[in-house]
Antibody, heavy 123, light 111 residues
């Protein structure tokens, strides 16, 4: 059974870079039919997709965050990572990693999700 | 303001049927991109509820059903149970934004 687990600092200072890693277990990270994504949820608010990466390293990012986001993948460690630069208090959120199943060019969904990790941006 | 619009809240009594709408546009639902639904119980991660407009993953009760028409989609929950009280999100792809989009979420209260 595929499982994902986020890890990284729970507190980041304003203007610094948020770095998170997601570890995949119980399955392959090098699947042809999926991407690996990050989604965040500010306290009390809705979900926002951040970015996704294919095992080959191909990425696509949310245009609203594009200039600050970098994703990478390490297939040998079965991990993929997120870096979000120049953070502000508005970046405080629970960050989830998830497998993005791509069934067709017009159909992609997230399953399963990690449990999420709260990242607070504060001095 | 989310690209996909959902009502902030819906409610129903146990045993009743409720529907949650998800309204998009010609660059997402109307462009024939599929809609997917997630259930988020309090304090937990979202869980896939419906994929590909109307398909249920293994383990999801058939009380949950999805539909899509034009630029809108709906999630229906029949025979409401107390355990259905949660936040529900729709998700699709938007060609104008070239990315994944979520609805703002709907809180379901079981009276």
């Amino acid at each position: 059974q595929l499982q994902l687990q986020e890890s990284g600092p729970g507190l980041v200072k304003p203007s610094e870079t948020l770095s998170l890693t997601c570890t995949v277990s119980g399955g392959s990270i090098s699947s042809n039919d999926c991407y690996w994504g990050w989604i965040r949820q500010p306290p009390g608010k809705g979900l926002e997709w951040i970015a996704s990466i294919y095992y080959s390293g191909s990425t696509y990012y949310n245009p609203s965050l594009n200039s600050r986001v970098t994703m990478s993948v390490d297939t040998s460690k079965k991990q993929f990572s997120l870096k979000l630069s120049s953070v502000t208090a508005a970046d405080t959120a629970v960050y989830y990693c998830a497998r993005e199943v791509v069934a067709a060019i017009s159909s992609n969904w997230f399953d399963p999700w990690g449990q999420g990790t709260l990242v607070t941006v504060s001095a | 303001q989310s690209v996909l619009t959902q009502p902030p809240s819906v409610s129903g009594a146990p045993g009743q049927r409720v529907t949650i709408s998800c309204t998009g546009s010609s660059s997402n639902i109307g462009a024939d991109y599929d809609i997917h639904w997630y259930q988020q119980l309090p304090g937990t991660a979202p869980k896939l509820l419906i994929y590909g407009n109307y398909n249920r993953p293994s383990g999801v009760p058939d009380r949950f059903s999805g539909s899509k028409s034009g630029t809108s989609a709906s999630l229906a929950i029949a025979g409401l149970q107390a355990e259905d009280e949660a936040d529900y999100y729709c998700q699709s792809y938007d060609s104008s934004l070239s990315g994944v989009v979520f609805g703002g979420g709907t809180r379901l209260t079981v009276l």
